[in-house]
Each structure stands twice: as C-alpha cells, then as structure tokens.
C-alpha cells in the first residue's frame, strides 16, 4: 500500500475510490463499526494517505452523508419536473423513489444505521438532509392528496417500508427472505405502495 501524491487525477480517483469504500463500509458495519484501518485496507492506501485526501474518519462520513443527499435531491428535483399535482403524479416520484433506493440501497442502509443510534456524535444531519427533502415532497403531495388526508404521516409510512423492503426484504411462505433482486417480490410490493399511497391521501383513481 502507497501514497498518492497531492492533486491530478491519480489524487482524484483514490479519493473517489475512498469515498465508495468507505460508503459501502459504513453501509454495512455502520459509522461507529468502522475503523479508518479498514478503509484504508479496502481503498489499498495507507491512513495518512486516506487522511490527506479526505480528512478523518468524521470528515469522511460527513462527506458520504452530503453525497448521497445530493443525489437523492437530484433525483427528486428530476421527477418534479414530470410531476402532476393528480394520483400520476404522486405515484410517478414514489416510483423514483423506490427505483432510487432499489439501485442505491447503501442510501437506506446508512440512515438505519443512524436510526440505531449510529454515529449519535454527529448530530443534525436529519434537519439538514432530510427535512429539505420531506418538505419538497410534503409540497408536490399537497397539491394532489384529498380532504382528510394525512399527507406527514403518509409520507413517514412510505419512507418506512421502502426502507424496510429495500434493506430487509420480505420473507415468502417458506420463510426465504426477498427484496428487491426479486422482480416477482418487487412487482408486488410495489403494487401495495401504490394501493397505500392512493388510499392514504384519498387520491382519485
């Protein structure tokens, strides 16, 4: 294991490199389940490599956190542009959102970590990261749910079992755990999220 010298590409990759690495590792083991050695081990570079190129393990971290934000953003802001305030519109950006997390579970996989009290040392990211996003979506969800409809708490119990489906999976009649790797698993569960949504906010069909 080496070092990479300061700048250039060569100093890019490896921080990407790193930045994926760690992702991942925090991902699975969590914040507090990660040791820098380990990163560095995955990333083959050595800890004062991986410290010039992106700080400590908190540095790191928060680093991770902000992307994956960013990408979340991003693709909720794509799915706004499509968005019409009516039961399409609202299934559309659950469908992204659902499809977001299907191809990135390690976005869901870091904040049930933080749901068991992982890296509880670094505090706030909740208000930072997710309120923007839950606010923008509250907003477009508004706009098309029905009297009476409960749009918060429908959108916590949709955060909650797309989570919980992406990370967990769902376990099948002869006690087999599925998730989303599964089309048959994945087409029913996304049927059921439709039925919920449309029910919960009294969307017309």
Excluded at 86 to 100: N, P, Q, S, T, Y
Excluded at 127 to 145: E, I
């Amino acid at each position: 294991m080496g070092g990479v010298g300061e700048g250039g590409p060569e100093s890019d990759t490896a921080r990407q490199r790193v930045i994926e690495k760690a992702t991942h590792l925090f991902a699975s083991l969590g914040y507090d389940g990660t040791p820098v050695q380990m990163i560095a081990d995955a990333a083959g570079l050595d800890i004062d490599t991986v410290t010039d190129l992106v700080g400590g393990k908190r540095e790191l971290y928060l680093t991770v956190m902000r992307r994956h934000y960013l990408a979340t953003q991003a693709m909720f802001n794509t799915a706004f542009t499509e968005f019409t305030p009516d039961r399409a519109g609202v299934l559309l950006v659950v469908d992204r959102f659902l499809d977001f997390y299907t191809d990135h579970p390690e976005v869901p996989e870091l904040w049930i970590h933080r749901w068991l009290s992982d890296a509880a040392d670094i505090t706030g990211l909740e208000g930072l990261y997710l309120k923007p996003l839950r606010d923008s979506v509250k907003q477009a969800f508004r706009r098309a749910a029905g009297p009476g409809a409960d749009v918060d708490m429908t959108l916590e119990t949709i955060i909650w079992c797309v989570r919980g489906f992406v990370v967990g999976g769902m376990v099948s009649a002869s006690g087999e755990v599925h998730g989303p790797a599964n089309v048959e698993y994945l087409r029913r569960f996304r049927t059921y999220l439709h039925q919920l949504v449309t029910r919960s906010l009294a969307l017309n069909e």
